[in-house]
T-cell receptor, first 115, second 112 residues
Framework: DADVTQTPRNRITKTGKRIMLECSQT?????MYWYRQDPGLGLRLIYY???????NKGEISDGYSVSRQAQAKFSLSLESAIPNQTALYFC??????????????FGPGTRLTVL | GENVEQHPSTLSVQEGDSAVIKCTYS??????FPWYKQELGKGPQLIID?????GEKKDQRIAVTLNKTAKHFSLHITETQPEDSAVYFC???????????FGKGTTLSVSS
């Protein structure tokens, strides 16, 4: 969905490097999410944020941190990348279910390779 | 926490046949069950969802059924077409607009 953008789209890095993945949205949604996709494992929740001052851990937050710089921006950081963090990363946004359908809209993904 | 199981992991059908994908969930507090379609190189996109106060929902060739007692829900695609080929994910959450727990996905292949 063009309303949710992720940068970079592809990234190759080395073990031990710090890397940041960025997500921006123009949908005006308060809620933002980071998921990781691995073959055969589906999408797993890393972190989520219900507003600028709210950050919550998901299923697999170890080794990751996030920053909600503004309503429209949510960044995911790997402080010291390791090879098993090689995956496809998706950002998503949603509205409150009281205001809308609560549907999550996904970005195009960032393919990260850690050598 | 919630756990979502999805079956089968792969499904091959002939064009025009029906396809059924099944999911079970563990948390009885879950009330929102969306289905996403992911095409190659793209992010998942919602195709249909159902809330716990409804047992079935239909949108053209796609339908979803929910059995809260048994904690399972299913996606039904009728009259399949080659463009239905994709990876399908089920998910569950307490309510729409909250974090989702996904199944592991089903790769659907529709051959003409």
């Amino acid at each position: 969905d063009a309303d949710v953008t992720q940068t970079p789209r592809n990234r190759i890095t080395k073990t031990g490097k710090r890397i940041m993945l960025e997500c921006s949205q123009t949908k005006g949604h308060d809620r933002m999410y980071w998921y990781r996709q691995d073959p055969g494992l589906g999408l797993r929740l890393i972190y989520y944020s219900f507003d600028v001052k709210d950050i919550n851990k998901g299923e697999i937050s170890d080794g990751y941190s996030v920053s909600r710089q503004a309503q429209a921006k949510f960044s995911l950081s790997l402080e010291s990348a390791i090879p098993n963090q090689t995956a496809l990363y998706f950002c998503a946004t949603s509205d409150f279910s009281d205001r809308g359908r609560g549907e999550q809209f996904f970005g195009p993904g960032t393919r990260l390779t850690v050598l | 926490g919630e756990n979502v199981e999805q079956h089968p992991s792969t499904l091959s059908v002939q064009e025009g046949d029906s396809a059924v994908i099944k999911c079970t969930y563990s948390d009885s507090a879950s009330n929102y069950f969306p289905w996403y379609k992911q095409e190659l190189g793209k992010g998942p996109q919602l195709i249909i969802d159902i809330r716990s106060n409804v047992g079935e929902k239909k949108d053209q060739r796609i339908a979803v059924t929910l059995n809260k007692t048994a904690k399972h829900f299913s996606l039904h695609i009728t009259e399949t077409q080659p463009e239905d080929s994709a990876v399908y994910f089920c998910a569950a959450s307490i309510q729409a607009g909250t974090a989702l727990i996904f199944g592991k996905g089903t790769t659907l292949s529709v051959s003409s």
